[in-house]
């Protein structure tokens, strides 16, 4: 009788990333979108909470920062990604400019817009946007942490092949499957050494976010 096939560690520490959490008809509700909404809240809710222990008064400006900084901060990052990272595909694929589902967001277009737009507000509400952005900075470092567990999970910036089976599996339509395939996750021979060196190199790229979310 044909004996059952043991588990390595190629079967338990691979793991397929899903872009799409759920669908409303035929609408997809995209991993990405969600958490850059996750980042915008919490960003705004953690430069509320700061706003409010400085005792100025400032933090019942904040939704409202929040949600234009906010949009401000997407377009800033787009327009960046297309103009100083990828003009020369951007310039044949037009109409993909506005494709934002498909990844391409520069951080420092996002500081830039996001600051921009709260340094706007802050001039038409007759406050200092540099001591505004000396109490809220710390929130920055919030929404660029939970940003780039958003760019983790579309495939649209990753960390190096494993070499190993220690690793995340991108769907076919990612730019990290068109990459490197399946080439992050092929065979090695097994031993603690290389595990532990699996794991940190699928660590390379999610490494800053946690390294943000630290330093907040």
């Known amino acids: 009788r044909d004996q059952p096939r043991s588990r390595g560690l190629g079967d338990v520490y691979k793991r397929q990333v899903h872009q799409y959490l759920f ?12 958490m850059l909404c996750t980042a915008i809240f919490m960003a705004t809710g953690t430069a509320y909470f700061l706003a409010y222990k400085d ?17 401000a901060g997407i377009i800033g990052a787009r ?30 277009g996002g500081i830039v817009g996001g ?25 920055l470092f919030i929404g660029q942490s939970i940003g780039r567990m958003a760019n983790l999970l579309n495939g649209d910036a990753f960390g190096a092949p494993t070499g190993g089976d220690f690793g995340i599996l991108y769907p076919v339509g990612t730019l990290a499957r068109s990459t490197y395939g399946n080439a992050p996750y092929g065979r090695q021979k097994s031993g603690k050494d290389r595990l532990m060196s699996s794991f940190l190199r699928c660590s390379s790229y999610s490494s800053p976010g ?3 979310a630290a330093s907040a």
């Open 79 to 108: 327009l960046w990604d297309v103009f100083f990272f990828d003009w020369a595909y951007y310039s044949d694929h037009l109409s993909e400019i506005f494709f934002v589902w498909q990844g391409g967001m520069a951080i420092q």
């Open 55 to 71: 005792g100025r008064g400032w933090e019942k400006y904040l939704p409202d920062i929040g949600i234009y900084g906010g949009f």
């Open 115 to 139: 600051i921009l737009a709260g340094a706007l507000y802050c001039r038409a509400h007759k406050i200092n946007w540099i001591d505004m952005l000396d109490v809220i900075s710390p929130a």
């Open 23 to 34: 669908f409303i008809g035929n609408f997809p509700i995209r991993m990405y979108g969600l």
């Open 210 to 212: 946690l390294t943000n």
